[in-house]
Antibody, heavy 120, light 111 residues
């Protein structure tokens, strides 16, 4: 069964760049049927969609974050990544990597999440 | 403030039936975009519970059901069990904002 596992910097200083990677195991990332993305959840709050990428390279980002976010895929390593610059305390959250089909499909597989704290 | 509106909390006794509403607008649920539901037990990642308005993934008990009408959707849980205690989120797409949208979440307490 396909699984997702996040890794990366858990503590980021203000104004620095967050880098997270999501490793895909138990299956291949090389399927045109799916997109790969990120969702975050601030402490005690709800879910916020960040963005996703198709293997074609097409990316879709939350307009509120678009200027600071880049999602990319590394097919050879079976993983995808998130970079978010100019981090502030408001970006402190649990970050989840997710798999989704196309258009109207749900996020059917989630990673366990990784906690990111923005603090000096 | 979330684009999709859910009640902050609901509760019910074991064995009872509860419903959780998700109210949207003509630019999301009312624009014929599917509604999906996720269950998030305390301290864990969300898990897909209902997809495409009223479909259950393999392994989800038939005590859980979804429905959609006009600009709203609902999640119903029958035969409440202690293990159902969790946060529940609805999700859709908003064509005006060009964004995937979530409800604010509903905390279910089993009394």
């Amino acid at each position: 069964q396909l699984q997702l596992q996040e890794s990366g910097s858990g503590l980021v200083k203000p104004l620095q760049t967050l880098s997270l990677t999501c490793a895909v195991s138990g299956g291949s990332i090389n399927s045109a049927d799916y997109s790969w993305g990120w969702i975050r959840q601030p402490p005690g709050k709800g879910l916020e969609w960040i963005g996703y990428i198709y293997l074609s390279g097409s990316t879709f980002y939350n307009p509120s974050l678009k200027s600071r976010v880049t999602i990319s895929v590394d097919r050879s390593k079976n993983q995808f990544s998130l970079k978010m610059n100019s981090m502030t305390a408001a970006d402190t959250a649990v970050y989840y990597c997710v798999r989704r089909g196309s258009r109207d499909d749900p996020f059917d597989i989630w990673g366990q999440g990784t906690t990111v704290t923005v603090s000096s | 403030q979330s684009v999709l509106t859910q009640p902050p909390s609901v509760s019910g006794a074991p064995g009872q039936r509860v419903t959780i509403s998700c109210t949207g607008s003509s630019s999301n649920i009312g624009a014929n975009y599917d509604v999906h539901w996720y269950q998030q037990p305390p301290g864990t990642a969300p898990k897909l519970l209902i997809y495409g308005n009223n479909n259950r993934p393999s392994g989800v008990p038939d005590r859980f059901s979804g429905s959609k009408s006009d600009t709203s959707a609902s999640l119903a849980i029958t035969g409440l069990q202690a293990e159902d205690e969790a946060d529940y989120y609805c999700q859709s797409y908003d064509t005006s904002l060009s964004v995937v949208v979530f409800g604010g979440g509903t905390k279910l307490t089993v009394l």
